[in-house]
């Protein structure tokens, strides 16, 4: 059973997604208490594969209330928990020239905190305002259909 957490729509609009991955988070005890609250911003966030982990930047965990002393930096390097053949596959696809790796979604299954990431290549200008005008139409007829 999974329950969706944060998405990062943001990321659907900048980027074309080619390729996902589930990955796990390292975390602390008052970060996975946070994240269950939903206190996640995944929108600047992006992974970095560094030696041979992979490491997720930028992502504001909020601190946890109760957490006390104890609560870490909200904004601290990660790691994710991958097989060494999907980091490979991230480094070399990363290391083309116009691709990175955006945190897409970061989920519970089960009982443990996962993250969807993306293998994603920038959008332009004009691949923007088509997707936007393919979405408004896509939306039109959905509602034309919907009144017939």
Avoid: W
Wanted: include cysteine; hydrophobic fraction near 35%; aromatic fraction near 8%.
């Amino acid at each position: 059973m999974e329950k969706t957490v944060a998405v990062n729509k943001k990321a659907y609009h900048e980027y074309f997604v080619e390729e996902t991955f589930e990955a796990g988070v390292m975390l602390a005890g008052s970060e996975v208490k946070s994240i269950r609250r939903g206190s996640v911003n995944l929108k600047d966030g992006f992974v970095f594969v560094k030696g041979t982990a992979a490491r997720l930047i930028n992502v504001h965990i909020a601190p946890y209330d109760k957490g006390g002393y104890f609560n870490p930096d909200p904004r601290r390097e990660r790691i994710l928990l991958l097989n060494k053949r999907e980091i490979n596959v991230l480094r070399g696809k990363a290391e083309q020239k116009g691709y990175t790796i955006i945190p897409l979604r970061l989920y519970f299954k089960d009982a443990l905190v996962k993250i969807e990431i993306g293998l994603c290549k920038g959008k332009e200008l004009h691949d923007k305002r088509r997707s936007i005008k393919e979405r408004d139409i896509k939306r039109d007829t959905e509602r034309q259909i919907k009144e017939i």
